[in-house]
Each structure stands twice: as structure tokens, then as C-alpha cells.
């Protein structure tokens, strides 16, 4: 049992951040686009948690809880949301777009875009006869960009160390992913690229991590890569203030609460004897341990103005020039 404790303390900690991160985005101190994710713990800890340091994860406009899973600190992914210089990308990258290269840790909000990224990662790890592994996070919306196949496509001629995850949470924003993918399952994809059709419920965490360590394995030993549709359910809205209700039954929300992965995990350690004052004291730990978190993210510093140029070759007396709209147009 200690194992799923271990995989149950990560799903906790990662649930209350998330509420945590929920909280600031309403009070304005997460400013940029904040997309919950409680529910989806599973795929976080089971998947993102079974990678090496030295291993890749791509994620999307969706990545905290990947993030701090892939072994980034919660300093450094909460204070990058909070835009304070402490952040992984100094403040300047939001809560969508960050960059924490010391741990191998990616994401974009452009949906689909990190298919063809992850796809071109893992051609240089086998180029380098490294026995690195790329992981790539998706949404079952992004499963329909052209990317994910062309993608797919070139990783299987390749034979490339990739794992694709198709994060399946049964909606793209408002729409309910049956309204927009034409098979059962987004996994029967993988048959066109001649791969292997994996499903897992990734509500249940334990069988998560031994799909993915399965799956990095496969890719470790050349034989890579694989697709997995990762089923879970994304419990709160796309965004914070989604007028969900317009969309959805709030009953199929309820029903999908019964089975999430923290509840599942926590259900299955009482049943096997553990004592549910330690599981108490486990989340009265994790609650103190991000209130200092948070005590101490709001004392950091913003960037400043010349900062907003760093690392786009462009000295701030030139930024006039580069603020106004033409300079959207290439
Ligand atoms: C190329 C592109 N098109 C549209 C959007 C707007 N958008 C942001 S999130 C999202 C839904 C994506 O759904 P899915 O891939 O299932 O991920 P989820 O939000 O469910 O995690 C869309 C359409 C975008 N960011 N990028």
C-alpha cells in the first residue's frame, strides 16, 4: 500500500494547489488564463510523475499540475502564474506559456502545436543515442489538429522514443468530445500509424503509472513510440467563470466526482486498513505547506519593464516600435 500512499499524498497536494491556484486567479493575482484541473490528478502523478528528470514532458494551455508532477517546484510554477520574477520563466512566460529547461519541462497554448515539438524532441534523442524519453500532453480536442497526425505519422516511420497522451476529459472547452471525434475511442488512431490501441482509466492512478512506465520502457528500448487516451473527466469548467451549466448536466459532474481519482485512490487505501487519521493529517500537512507557499510567492518581486525584451533580441529604446499593432503583421 505504500506505493498508491505515495501516488494519493502527489494526487492531494496537486488537488489542493490547483483550488489554491483556482482562488488566486479570482482574486486577480494569477492574471493570465488560468485552466483548472481537478479530476485529472490521475493522469498528472500516474504519467507525468513515472518520467526521468533527464526525460522531456510537452505540455499545453493546461500545465500546472503537469509541471510540478514532472518535478518543477511549486515556487517556481505558482510565482511564474503570479508573473514574479521567481517564476520558471521569470515572470514573463504566464500561467500558459512556460519554460522550465532545468527540468525538462515545456508548455503552449497553441492546441495541438506540441505534437510536431515532441515529435522533433525525440528525433534529436535518438540521434543522440541518448536513452531519453519524450512524453507529449494533449486534450481530446487537440487529437483532431493536423499535427497530431502528421505527427504521429513521422514518430511511427521513425521508430522515435515519444509517448504521446492523449489527455481524453470528455470536453474541448464547451463541447463534449463524442459532438466532435468520429470513433469511440481516440486510441483507434493509433491503428492508422500501425501502433498499438491503449486505453486506460487514469482515474484509477496505479493503473496509470504502470500503462505509462510500460510505455517509457517501450520507448527506451527503441521501440517507440505509442499513443495511450488517457479517460478521466475534467470536474470544474474550461476556464475559471465558465458558464458551464449552458453545456453540461451538473448531474453528469456529480456522478463524475463519485469516481475521481483522489476519492478512488483514498477509498481504496481505507479498504485495505489504512488509518484515515493519517490520511487527515496528510492533507492538514499539504494545506499548511501551500499556505506558506503562497505567504511567500506574494512577497516576490514583479520583473521589470526592460525585462518584457529579454531574450527577443530587441533593446527596450527600440520597443516603440515593436509595441504598436503593424508589428503584428510580419
Ligand atoms: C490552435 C488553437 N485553436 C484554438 C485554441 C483555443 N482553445 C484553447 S483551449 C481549447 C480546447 C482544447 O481542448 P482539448 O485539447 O480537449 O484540451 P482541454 O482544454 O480539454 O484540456 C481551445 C479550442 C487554441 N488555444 N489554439
Known amino acids: 500500500m505504500d506505493d498508491l500512499k505515495k501516488l494519493y499524498g502527489e494526487m492531494l497536494l496537486l488537488r489542493h494547489f490547483d483550488q489554491q491556484c483556482m482562488d488566486l486567479k479570482k482574486k486577480d493575482i494569477i492574471y493570465s488564463g488560468y485552466h483548472p484541473y481537478e479530476g485529472q490528478e490521475g493522469v498528472a502523478v500516474g504519467f507525468c510523475g513515472a518520467l526521468r528528470g533527464d526525460d522531456v514532458l510537452l505540455s499545453t494551455h493546461r500545465p500546472h499540475c503537469h509541471a510540478v508532477a514532472k518535478g518543477c517546484t511549486l515556487e517556481a510554477v505558482l510565482t511564474e502564474m503570479m508573473g514574479r520574477v521567481t517564476g520558471c520563466s521569470g515572470g514573463l512566460g504566464g500561467a500558459m506559456q512556460f519554460l522550465a529547461p532545468e527540468d525538462n519541462f515545456y508548455c503552449g497554448s497553441v492546441v495541438g502545436s506540441n505534437v510536431g515539438l515532441a515529435t522533433g524532441f525525440a528525433m534529436a534523442m535518438k540521434q543522440n543515442k541518448t536513452d531519453s524519453v519524450c512524453m507529449c500532453l494533449f486534450g481530446d480536442g487537440a487529437s483532431n489538429h493536423g499535427t497530431f497526425h502528421e505527427g504521429l505519422n513521422l514518430a511511427a516511420i521513425w521508430n522515435l522514443p515519444v509517448v504521446f ?11 463534449p468530445v463524442e459532438e466532435f471525434v468520429s470513433c469511440e475511442r481516440i486510441s483507434a488512431r493509433a491503428k492508422g500509424y500501425g501502433l498499438e490501441e491503449i486505453t486506460v482509466d487514469a482515474n484509477d492512478v496505479e493503473e496509470a503509472r504502470r500503462v505509462a512506465e510500460e510505455a517509457i520502457e517501450k520507448c527506451r528500448r527503441g521501440e517507440g513510440p505509442v499513443l495511450i487516451e488517457a479517460v478521466t473527466y475534467r470536474i470544474k469548467g474550461h476556464y475559471v467563470g465558465d458558464p458551464e451549466a449552458t453545456y453540461r448536466d451538473p448531474k453528469d459532474v456529480e ?14 487505501l481505507l479498504e485495505a486498513g489504512v488509518d484515515e487519521a493519517e490520511l487527515d493529517a496528510m492533507q492538514e500537512a499539504v494545506v499548511a505547506k501551500l499556505a506558506r507557499l503562497e505567504t511567500w510567492a506574494l512577497e516576490q518581486e514583479f520583473p521589470t519593464l526592460e525585462a518584457a525584451v529579454d531574450h527577443v533580441g530587441i533593446a527596450l529604446e527600440n520597443a516603440p516600435e515593436v509595441r504598436g499593432p503593424q508589428s503584428l503583421v510580419l
Not at 456522478?255 to 483514498?266: I, N, S, T, V
Request: glycine share 0%.
Open 165 to 175: 497522451v492523449c489527455e481524453n476529459n470528455q470536453f474541448a472547452e464547451a463541447m
Open 255 to 268: 456522478a463524475a466526482r463519485e469516481k475521481e481519482p483522489l476519492k478512488r485512490a483514498k477509498e481504496k
